[in-house]
């Protein structure tokens, strides 16, 4: 996606929003390849200092994400950010059954001394970390949730549904690095002769869908959703057509469609 260019989503003279593509990295890593930064500084053609960070995204994760372009709308994005201001909406794909339509996790975190570039569930020593969901499908092995951390700690969606069970349905670091294939879930499938099968989805399941201002922040959008890519759309898809409930697996059924259509899904204090 990030040779056709990055997808954006709005801009002014202060911000840029836009819907990162999975594995690209927000900051320049050991990998070498260049960070989101640089890219869209190429593909919009800014100066080297028109673009500043305000929050981070997984490399491996997909979606919405905002940058200021000036220090003083960083400044005032950084605030919102800081004072909660600034409700995420992730869609994730999770292996396990859900207990209930919703829930609450409320557990510190902190990096694991054994693999640095892991978080654990750290009661002691852990920075608070919370996250609400909700269930949006139930495909049967397989559920979409919409997740909401309430706090912003690194890994804190994925280490917290791994530790209720629930892991991200493609996650090397907190549950199985294995892809997902039709073949899991079409019972008459079938492959040509000397043919492989090509996997759904072979990336983190999780997908920064929307992100939403309480107040006011002056002459903005309140509310940016960024659209599923293309191997997420065809996974919810697929998992929709071929399992045993249909479109009823979704507990509302506008949901689909209104995922498909990059609609905004909650409001602010709806959950």
């Given at each position: 996606?990030?040779?056709?260019?990055?997808?954006?989503?709005?801009?002014?003279?202060?911000?840029?929003?836009?819907?990162?593509?999975?594995?690209?990295?927000?900051?320049?890593?050991?990998?070498?390849?260049?960070?989101?930064?640089?890219?869209?500084?190429?593909?919009?053609?800014?100066?080297?200092?028109?673009?500043?960070?305000?929050?981070?995204?997984?490399?491996?994760?997909?979606?919405?994400?905002?940058?200021?372009?000036?220090?003083?709308?960083?400044?005032?994005?950084?605030?919102?950010?800081?004072?909660?201001?600034?409700?995420?909406?992730?869609?994730?794909?999770?292996?396990?059954?859900p207990e209930g339509m919703q829930g609450l996790v409320q557990a510190p975190v902190s990096a694991s001394r054994k693999t640095p570039q892991r978080m654990i569930i750290d009661r002691q020593k852990g920075k608070d970390a919370i996250t609400?969901?909700?269930?949006?499908?139930d495909f049967g092995t397989i559920a979409l949730l919409a997740v909401f951390p309430l706090t912003g700690r690194t890994h804190q969606i994925r280490v917290h549904l791994q530790s209720i069970g629930m892991p991200l349905a493609v996650d090397?670091?907190?549950?199985?690095?294995?892809?997902?294939?039709?073949?899991?879930?079409?019972?008459?499938?079938?492959?040509?002769?000397?043919?492989?099968?090509?996997?759904?989805?072979?990336?983190?399941?999780?997908?920064?869908?929307?992100?939403?201002?309480?107040?006011?922040?002056?002459?903005?959008?309140?509310?940016?959703?960024?659209?599923?890519?293309?191997?997420?759309?065809?996974?919810?898809?697929?998992?929709?057509?071929?399992?045993?409930?249909?479109?009823?697996?979704?507990?509302?059924?506008?949901?689909?469609?209104?995922?498909?259509?990059?609609?905004?899904?909650?409001?602010?204090?709806?959950?």
């Open positions: 996606m990030a040779k056709r260019g990055i997808e954006i989503i709005y801009e002014d003279s202060n911000i840029l929003v836009v819907n990162k593509p999975s594995g690209i990295s927000v900051t320049k890593d050991r990998s070498g390849e260049e960070s989101i930064i640089h890219i869209l500084q190429k593909q919009l053609r800014y100066p080297a200092t028109d673009l500043r960070l305000v929050h981070r995204l997984d490399k491996a994760a997909s979606g919405a994400m905002i940058m200021a372009k000036n220090i003083t709308a960083q400044r005032k994005l950084t605030e919102c950010f800081e004072r909660r201001l600034v409700k995420k909406t992730y869609l994730a794909f999770v292996r396990g059954v609400q969901w909700k269930l949006l499908a090397p670091l907190y549950g199985s690095g294995a892809a997902l294939f039709l073949s899991e879930f079409k019972t008459d499938y079938r492959l040509g002769k000397g043919r492989i099968e090509k996997p759904l989805i072979d990336r983190l399941t999780l997908h920064s869908y929307q992100l939403e201002f309480e107040g006011t922040f002056p002459n903005i959008p309140g509310c940016f959703v960024a659209g599923l890519d293309r191997k997420f759309a065809a996974t919810m898809k697929m998992l929709t057509k071929y399992n045993p409930k249909g479109r009823e697996a979704f507990v509302h059924p506008e949901f689909l469609t209104d995922i498909l259509a990059a609609k905004m899904l909650f409001k602010i204090n709806s959950y």
